[in-house]
Nanobody, 122 residues
């Protein structure tokens, strides 16, 4: 089993930045890919960014150039840097991890965190 704990969400104004963290514990040796999803009220959950064990990354078109995912393997922690935030980025952000090597739309997590709220005011 793997446990994922997110932190770093909050309320910011448009144009500001946040950094989300996802700390993994447990059987982390089984994890290859880690990603961040988000879900806004009334919308489907979407994959925002994902990173492989080797450091390859994938981003949703809506966040390319603004968000950066990074991974600190020694600490089993993944970060999502959110820059130039927009009100449309408001959502609950979830960390997810899996044994899969896919980081594109085929990413299929086995484990999920509890989510952290990001609210961007205009």
């Amino acid at each position: 089993q793997v446990q994922l704990v997110e932190s770093g969400g909050g309320l910011v104004q448009a144009g500001e930045s946040l950094r989300l963290s996802c700390a993994a514990s447990g059987s982390t040796f089984s994890i290859n890919a880690i990603g961040w999803y988000r879900q806004a009220p009334g919308k489907q959950r979407e994959l925002v960014a994902a990173i492989s064990r080797g450091g390859s990354t994938n981003y949703a078109d809506s966040v390319k150039g603004r968000f950066t995912i990074s991974r600190e393997n020694g600490k089993n922690t993944v970060y999502l840097q959110l820059n130039s935030l927009k009100p449309d980025d408001t959502a609950v952000y979830y960390c997810a991890a899996g044994a899969t090597s896919y980081i594109s739309s085929r990413f299929s997590p086995d484990y999920w965190g509890q989510g952290t709220q990001v609210t961007v005011s205009s």
